[in-house]
């Protein structure tokens, strides 16, 4: 597990230059933490690379994948975000137990801002503040 984690951040280290990358993992992380924070990297930079690599001895191997996927179809069926490339591959990663290379699925999807965007973060955003109002008049 530790040679997984020295590879994701080897990753991060690498791809840096990528400020809209998000790198999801088999953390305790709740769902619309990554659903939150890629709306915001889609205002901030119109697009969002969603990516995650599937873990090969854990007990939901692919669980971080099945993640990633799971937030680009909420922001789509949402109505915030297009598709606009999906690519699969593998890395090789270095077996702790055995030190042997072994082969871990990679997935990278990239969204792109949707036509109404900007007009349903607006409307979101006025939801909030009108539930944030009626709460303090309560």
């Known amino acids: 597990m530790e040679e997984v984690t020295e ?3 080897n990753l991060r280290i690498n ?3 990528k400020k809209n990358r998000i790198q999801v993992s ?3 992380k709740p769902l619309f933490f990554y659903v939150n924070l890629a709306k915001r990297y889609m205002q901030q930079h119109n697009e969002v690379e969603l990516s995650a690599l599937g873990m090969g001895k854990c007990f939901f191997p ?3 994948i099945a ?3 799971t ?3 909420i922001l789509k069926n949402n109505g915030l975000a297009v598709e606009k490339k999906i690519m699969t591959s593998t890395v090789d990663i270095k077996d702790e137990s055995s030190g042997r290379p072994i082969q871990k699925a990679k997935i990278e999807i990239m969204l792109g801002k949707s036509e109404k965007f900007d ?3 607006a409307a979101a955003a006025a939801d ?3 539930d944030a109002e009626g709460a303090e008049q309560s």
Do not use: F, G, P, Q
Request: proline fraction near 0%; hydrophobic fraction near 45%; aromatic fraction near 0%.
């Open 119 to 121: 007009e349903l973060m």
């Open 67 to 69: 993640t990633v996927v």
């Open 7 to 9: 590879a994701v951040n």
């Open 71 to 73: 937030i680009a179809e």
């Open 15 to 17: 791809d840096s230059h």
């Open 26 to 28: 088999n953390t305790k």
């Open 128 to 130: 909030e503040k009108d």
């Open 62 to 64: 692919l669980a971080a």
